[in-house]
């Protein structure tokens, strides 16, 4: 007996077509019942407690919103614990600031304006004075021994020498592991002979872990760092320092963290009547535009610092909430730094686009196919958050194709993404992929003597005469693959000639660093789609291809195509249910191409092309 | 019932007692924002911009159709632009039309204690299906009145349906 398919179970329960079959067969209504019984879970989870409108809003239903939003709350409730702590705290911990008897005696005044703060009458002046002071870390300390405010405002945070050491460990030694159908505490020992590190797994962690769990572990020349991140990825757990040793927490028990030694904010400029003019949008009716001084707050970074502090004396609730909100991120490290260095992922990409491979996958285990890439090209392939990967198949193949392009054709129908990190290709369901994340807007920490001398680079630059401006120029050159995401940061904050200066140098820089561009932002990082743009990148084809070149290959999603350089060469492939997205990224990415829209257009030009229409 | 509801508004509309219009809906436009936003601040925001969006754009309402439906779609587009603003918006769905025959199991995987992580499971969903989901779970809109809010077919909305609680159950097993 043909009993009925999922989709038409699904169909009759929730009304798109009753099935008869169903109503009379006991074996579908089964199915049908334990959809009913879904639907009532589901249902359940989603109800809200009911909730009345604010009066505000009946008042003046026309009013875009309510005075006090969520920055606005979040300053009431900072406010309302500030004033508690200061209510509550014993009035000696901080004591009036001590006569100055040896006149400059401390080298850094922004440390000085920070514990000057730190006895503001504010409490949000304060609060955001010890977040401030806590992001420095050790070039902190100096300052508040001398102001004899109390230690333990300030935690736990201090760098002690044993997890120094854990910390150049992690960051230096590179280490080979190739261990298949392992248990943990196998790859934990050969790592621990291998760089001398302790590891001690926390309690809650150790409950967790299932003992019998083998695991296959496979990577090349990676820092230690980040194979215990890969690790810890595949076990939902994560990592710190502590005395000395590497700890090993359940991932519910916190962020993985090594400790970090002096540090101080690289600032790049300084727009204080700019950013006064977007603090001022706070008062404004429309969502979009405080949205968007939020944003422009944002990007401006620690340009905006000095307003930003002014704000939090703001008499508008609205103002004050988010200057404090925009504050906690500049001097929360954690969230809002971007790393002071290029991505690493040029040699990987460069691997995947020039090597070529053949391939010829007929429902092939999907772990086989990806060992047989691996050692066809030598590329690091990892596989994480991918469900049972053991029992997933894949049908492809292609004749003399990139490795990238075979990748990411082979995995299409499971849905998985290809994402670079370092030397790594990362493996793993489209919706966890990291490669989805927007390039995060942040700003440089970096030791307190880099910040200073690049902030003096950056000002030459922007503002010197002709021989500063060429110092400056060798200064930052000097730094190489680093100079370029500071070069990108200065032009978003600066404006006028500096901008264009910045600009400039980093175009020049980077035709020697990355010629290829292979680090660069894609059109896809830069660009906000439509959702109509997003449908049509989703329309799919079968694609078997025998000898054609891209532009006959994409004929077959039928939208226009305007192809400014395509590749000298046609493709030999097999494909099912290709979406349109996947074919291009599949097709242009090796050949250093990108694509963007131009209204329900595609236009597919050299990379560099398309990066600087966008920016434009 | 429903439609003497719907006959009450057109009249409370009519009568401009926008108050009452207000206190009938504002539970379902914020319930519905507070599924599609993280933040309880951000979800009152854009229950408020529902209602001054649907002031302004009165003269486009069909006063034929039933009013939530269209109040829900202007808090839909109101979050989905949101959210794209803030590139937060999760990876658009897969092409409606492409369904895959996955088998159903043999009993609910969805149980009432998994009530929190299905809400976590729902918000790793890509947006729009997150959005049939609640529309018709928690809205308890039918199927036709999804498709008119969102402005797709209700094929569409059958198939985003399907996906959604296959990516739940796969999610959740």
Same mark, same amino acid.
């Given at each position: 007996?043909?009993?009925?398919?999922?989709?038409?179970?699904?169909?009759?329960?929730?009304?798109?077509?009753?099935?008869?079959?169903?109503?009379?067969?006991?074996?579908?209504?089964?199915?049908? +019942?334990?959809?009913?019984?879904?639907?009532?879970?589901?249902?359940?989870?989603?109800?809200?407690?009911?909730?009345?409108?604010?009066?505000?809003?009946?008042?003046?239903?026309?009013?875009?919103?309510?005075?006090?939003?969520?920055?606005?709350?979040?300053?009431?409730?900072?406010?309302?614990?500030?004033?508690?702590?200061?209510?509550?705290?014993? !009035?000696?911990?901080?004591?009036?600031?001590?006569?100055?008897?040896?006149?400059?005696?401390?080298? +850094?005044?922004?440390?000085?304006?920070?514990? =000057?703060?730190? =006895?503001?009458?504010?409490?949000?002046?304060?609060?955001?004075?010890?977040?401030?002071?806590?992001?420095? *870390?050790?070039?902190?300390?100096?300052?508040?021994?001398?102001?004899?405010? /109390?230690?333990?405002?300030?935690?736990?945070?201090?760098?002690?020498?044993?997890? +120094?050491?854990?910390?150049?460990?992690?960051?230096?030694?590179?280490?080979?592991?190739?261990?298949?159908?392992?248990?943990?505490?196998?790859?934990?020992?050969?790592?621990?002979? %291998?760089?001398?590190?302790?590891?001690?797994?926390?309690?809650?962690?150790?409950?967790?872990?299932? !003992?019998?769990? $083998?695991?296959?572990?496979?990577?090349?020349?990676?820092?230690?760092?980040?194979?215990?991140?890969?690790?810890?990825?595949?076990?939902?757990?994560?990592?710190?320092?502590?005395?000395?040793?590497?700890?090993?927490?359940?991932?519910?028990?916190?962020?993985?963290?090594?400790?970090?030694?002096?540090?101080?904010?690289?600032?790049? *400029?300084?727009?204080?009547?700019?950013?006064?003019?977007?603090?001022?949008?706070?008062?404004?009716?429309?969502?979009?535009?405080?949205?968007?001084?939020?944003?422009?707050?944002?990007?401006?970074?620690?340009?905006?610092?000095?307003?930003?502090?002014?704000?939090?004396?703001?008499?508008?609730?609205?103002?004050? *909430?988010?200057?404090?909100?925009?504050? =906690?991120?500049?001097?929360?490290?954690?969230?809002?730094?971007?790393?002071?260095?290029?991505?690493?992922?040029?040699?990987? $990409?460069?691997?995947?686009?020039? %090597?070529?491979?053949?391939?010829?996958?007929?429902?092939?285990?999907?772990?086989?196919?990806?060992?047989?890439?691996?050692?066809?090209?030598?590329?690091?392939?990892?596989?994480?958050?991918?469900?049972? !990967?053991?029992?997933?198949?894949?049908?492809?193949?292609?004749?003399?194709?990139?490795?990238?392009?075979?990748?990411?054709?082979?995995?299409?129908?499971?849905?998985?993404?290809?994402?670079?990190?370092?030397?790594?290709?990362?493996?793993? @369901?489209?919706?966890?992929?990291?490669?989805?994340?927007?390039?995060?807007?942040?700003?440089?920490?970096?030791? @307190?003597?880099?910040?200073?001398?690049?902030?003096?680079?950056?000002?030459?630059?922007?503002?010197?005469?002709?021989?500063?401006?060429?110092?400056?120029?060798?200064?930052?050159? /000097?730094?190489?693959?680093?100079?370029? !995401?500071?070069?990108?940061?200065?032009?978003?904050?600066?404006? /006028?000639?500096?901008?264009?200066?910045?600009?400039?140098?980093?175009?020049?820089?980077?035709?020697?660093?990355?010629? $290829?561009?292979?680090?660069?932002?894609?059109?896809?990082?830069?660009?906000?789609?439509?959702?109509?743009?997003? +449908?049509?990148?989703?329309?799919?084809?079968?694609?078997?291809?025998?000898?054609?070149?891209?532009?006959?290959?994409?004929?077959?999603?039928?939208?226009?195509?305007?192809?400014?350089? %395509?590749?000298?060469?046609?493709?030999?492939?097999?494909?099912?249910?290709?979406?349109?997205?996947?074919?291009?990224?599949?097709?242009?990415?090796?050949?250093?191409?990108?694509?963007?829209?131009?209204?329900?257009?595609?236009?597919?030009?050299?990379?560099?092309?398309?990066?600087?229409?966008?920016?434009? | 019932?429903? =439609?003497?509801?719907?006959?009450?508004?057109?009249?409370?509309?009519?009568?401009?007692?926008?108050?009452?219009?207000?206190?009938?809906?504002?539970?379902?436009?914020?319930?519905?924002?507070?599924?599609?936003?993280?933040?309880?601040?951000?979800?009152?925001?854009?229950?408020?911009?529902?209602?001054?969006?649907?002031?302004?754009?009165?003269?486009?309402?069909?006063?034929?159709?039933?009013?939530?439906?269209?109040?829900?779609?202007?808090?839909?587009?109101?979050?989905?632009?949101?959210?794209?603003?803030?590139?937060?918006?999760?990876?658009?769905?897969?092409?409606?039309?492409?369904?895959?025959?996955?088998?159903?199991?043999?009993?609910?995987?969805?149980?009432?204690?998994? /009530?929190?992580?299905?809400?976590?499971?729902?918000?790793?969903?890509?947006?729009?299906?997150?959005?049939?989901?609640?529309?018709?779970?928690?809205?308890?809109?039918?199927?036709?009145?999804?498709?008119?809010?969102?402005?797709?077919?209700?094929?569409?909305?059958?198939?985003?349906?399907?996906?959604?609680?296959?990516?739940?159950?796969?999610?959740?097993?």
């Amino acid at each position: 007996m043909t009993h009925a398919t999922p989709l038409e179970i699904h169909d009759h329960v929730y009304g798109f077509r009753p099935s008869d079959h169903v109503a009379g067969c006991a074996e579908c209504q089964a199915s049908a +019942d334990s959809l009913v019984a879904e639907a009532s879970v589901i249902g359940a989870a989603l109800r809200e407690t009911p909730v009345s409108p604010p009066q505000e809003l009946l008042r003046n239903p026309r009013a875009r919103r309510s005075r006090i939003t969520a920055g606005g709350l979040a300053a009431a409730g900072l406010l309302l614990i500030g004033l508690a702590w200061a209510l509550s705290h014993d !009035p000696r911990s901080i004591p009036p600031e001590p006569p100055d008897k040896t006149p400059g005696r401390s080298a +850094d005044p922004e440390m000085e304006r920070l514990v =000057r703060e730190l =006895r503001s009458p504010s409490p949000a002046h304060r609060q955001i004075a010890v977040l401030a002071l806590k992001s420095y *870390g050790e070039a902190a300390l100096a300052a508040i021994t001398q102001s004899g405010v /109390g230690p333990e405002l300030f935690g736990t945070y201090r760098l002690k020498p044993a997890d +120094d050491a854990v910390r150049r460990t992690l960051e230096s030694k590179k280490t080979d592991l190739d261990m298949e159908n392992v248990f943990l505490k196998d790859i934990l020992s050969s790592l621990s002979q %291998k760089t001398g590190l302790k590891f001690v797994m926390d309690p809650a962690f150790r409950q967790r872990l299932n !003992p019998d769990q $083998k695991i296959t572990f496979k990577v090349k020349d990676l820092t230690v760092n980040n194979t215990l991140k890969l690790l810890f990825m595949q076990l939902n757990a994560n990592f710190r320092c502590e005395d000395g040793a590497v700890v090993i927490l359940d991932e519910k028990d916190g962020p993985s963290g090594i400790p970090v030694p002096a540090r101080a904010p690289l600032r790049i *400029g300084k727009r204080k009547a700019a950013a006064v003019g977007m603090l001022a949008e706070f008062r404004s009716d429309s969502i979009e535009r405080r949205e968007a001084a939020r944003q422009g707050l944002m990007t401006m970074g620690f340009a905006a610092e000095e307003a930003l502090w002014e704000a939090l004396d703001s008499t508008d609730p609205e103002t004050k *909430g988010q200057a404090l909100e925009v504050l =906690r991120w500049l001097y929360t490290p954690d969230e809002s730094a971007r790393p002071l260095s290029h991505p690493r992922t040029r040699s990987i $990409k460069k691997l995947l686009s020039e %090597k070529r491979v053949t391939v010829d996958f007929k429902e092939t285990p999907l772990l086989q196919a990806l060992d047989s890439i691996r050692q066809l090209s030598g590329a690091n392939l990892h596989v994480s958050g991918v469900q049972t !990967p053991d029992s997933l198949r894949v049908t492809m193949a292609g004749t003399d194709l990139p490795v990238y392009s075979a990748l990411v054709l082979l995995l299409e129908p499971l849905r998985v993404a290809c994402a670079f990190r370092e030397d790594i290709v990362l493996l793993s @369901p489209e919706a966890a992929s990291p490669e989805e994340a927007p390039r995060k807007l942040g700003n440089f920490w970096t030791s @307190p003597e880099e910040a200073r001398r690049l902030e003096g680079a950056l000002i030459d630059l922007a503002e010197g005469p002709p021989a500063a401006q060429e110092r400056a120029s060798a200064t930052l050159a /000097g730094l190489g693959d680093r100079a370029l !995401p500071l070069l990108e940061r200065a032009a978003e904050i600066l404006d /006028g000639v500096g901008r264009e200066r910045c600009r400039t140098l980093r175009e020049r820089l980077q035709t020697t660093i990355d010629p $290829k561009g292979l680090d660069e932002p894609t059109a896809a990082d830069l660009a906000v789609r439509t959702a109509h743009q997003e +449908d049509l990148l989703h329309q799919t084809a079968d694609l078997d291809i025998d000898g054609l070149s891209l532009d006959r290959i994409l004929q077959r999603y039928g939208i226009p195509i305007d192809i400014r350089s %395509k590749p000298d060469r046609t493709f030999r492939f097999h494909a099912k249910e290709i979406r349109l997205e996947t074919a291009l990224r599949a097709l242009t990415m090796p050949f250093g191409l990108d694509f963007m829209f131009k209204g329900d257009q595609l236009i597919i030009d050299r990379a560099d092309a398309v990066r600087a229409r966008i920016r434009r | 019932m429903n =439609r003497m509801l719907e006959e009450s508004d057109l009249e409370l509309l009519q009568s401009r007692n926008w108050g009452s219009l207000i206190g009938r809906h504002y539970g379902a436009v914020y319930a519905l924002a507070r599924k599609l936003l993280r933040s309880e601040a951000d979800a009152r925001d854009a229950a408020q911009e529902t209602f001054a969006r649907a002031l302004a754009k009165l003269h486009s309402y069909d006063a034929r159709r039933p009013l939530r439906p269209w109040l829900l779609s202007i808090t839909a587009h109101f979050i989905r632009d949101l959210l794209r603003k803030r590139r937060e918006l999760p990876l658009a769905p897969q092409a409606d039309l492409e369904i895959a025959d996955v088998a159903l199991p043999s009993e609910p995987l969805l149980r009432q204690e998994d /009530g929190k992580l299905l809400v976590a499971a729902l918000d790793r969903l890509p947006f729009d299906w997150k959005l049939v989901v609640v529309l018709h779970f928690q809205q308890e809109l039918a199927p036709a009145d999804i498709a008119e809010a969102l402005g797709v077919t209700t094929n569409a909305v059958r198939i985003r349906l399907y996906r959604a609680l296959i990516a739940l159950r796969k999610d959740l097993s």
